[in-house]
């Protein structure tokens, strides 16, 4: 089974880019993070002809937004309000197969790190310890279960351009990755990119608006995670992160990341 996750930021507007991405690399089921849209105007005929006829989709105008699109069936589909929020931020599905995939778009933070000043860094922080509760009351850690999505952190030193200068920035301070450490441990997560690409080596999903040519300064962070639970980690066969999308006209600032399983 062959799962995607992408923020793509405005499903309506990159709309073909999906359809381009999709016919591409035919996965079997895609996340899709920062959709912006009502559920009503969805285009969901636009996923329909290409075969993804199993949607949940969980949005707000404008902002935020999840959606998972399969190829699939689904079991059951289900959506968690974190942080008495009604942002639209997390959707989950289970398949006919009996994965469980939960799609998760974690908040941004805005600009300054710090909770006393910063509303928005305030709600990351608890979002992410909220995330972190979720998972160790969920139970059943030998369960098949996949996270995706744009987690809104760099973890690691080398998932960032400059770990020194960036110590200080939002998405790679201290307190946002040593929370996101209690939510990979909540469930025993395997991050499935750091499987396959050594910790001492840069991997990023995200480059920024900001930079003039993003492929030469190649300023970059790994925001965008997927994550299989203990029961699929042997399963894991593969994964990539599609760099060559941000080149893309019209590209989000994210690429999409796939992971392959041999179920």
């Known amino acids: 089974m062959k799962i995607a996750t992408w923020n793509i930021n405005s499903v ?3 709309i073909a880019l999906a359809k381009r991405f999709l016919k591409e ?15 009503d105007l969805f285009p969901r005929q636009a996923f329909t002809e290409l075969g993804y006829v199993h949607q949940a989709i969980h949005g707000q105008k404008g902002y935020h937004g999840v959606a998972i699109l399969s190829r699939v069936p689904f079991r059951e589909t289900f959506s968690h309000e974190f942080c008495s929020n009604s942002d639209c931020r997390h959707i989950q599905v289970t398949f006919d197969n009996g994965v469980e995939l939960h799609d998760f778009y974690v908040p941004a933070g805005a600009d300054i790190p710090d909770p006393l ?3 928005k860094f305030a709600h990351k922080l608890g979002f992410l310890r909220e995330m972190a509760a979720f998972f160790e009351t969920r139970g059943r850690r030998g369960d098949p279960v996949v996270m ?3 987690l809104n ?9 400059s770990h020194k200068q960036l110590l200080g920035v939002v998405s790679h301070t201290p307190v946002e990755t040593g929370l996101l450490a209690q939510v990979k441990a909540s469930f025993d997560w395997t991050d499935v990119t750091r499987e396959f ?12 608006y900001r930079a003039s040519d993003w492929a030469a300064s190649d300023r970059g962070r790994r925001l965008d995670h997927i994550w299989v639970s203990p029961a699929l980690k042997a399963a894991v066969k593969s994964q ?19 992971v392959e399983l041999a179920l």
């Open 12 to 14: 309506r507007l990159r």
């Open 25 to 39: 690399h035919q996965p079997d089921a895609i996340a899709l993070q920062e959709t912006k849209v009502v559920n």
């Open 117 to 119: 000043v910063n509303p």
């Open 148 to 150: 995706v999505g744009d």
């Open 153 to 161: 952190v760099a973890p690691l030193e080398n998932d960032v351009w």
């Open 197 to 208: 690409v050594p910790a001492s080596e840069k991997s990023y999903s995200w480059w920024s």
């Open 240 to 258: 990539q992160i599609v760099k060559k999308m941000r080149g893309w006209k019209l590209a989000s600032d994210h690429v999409p990341v796939v």
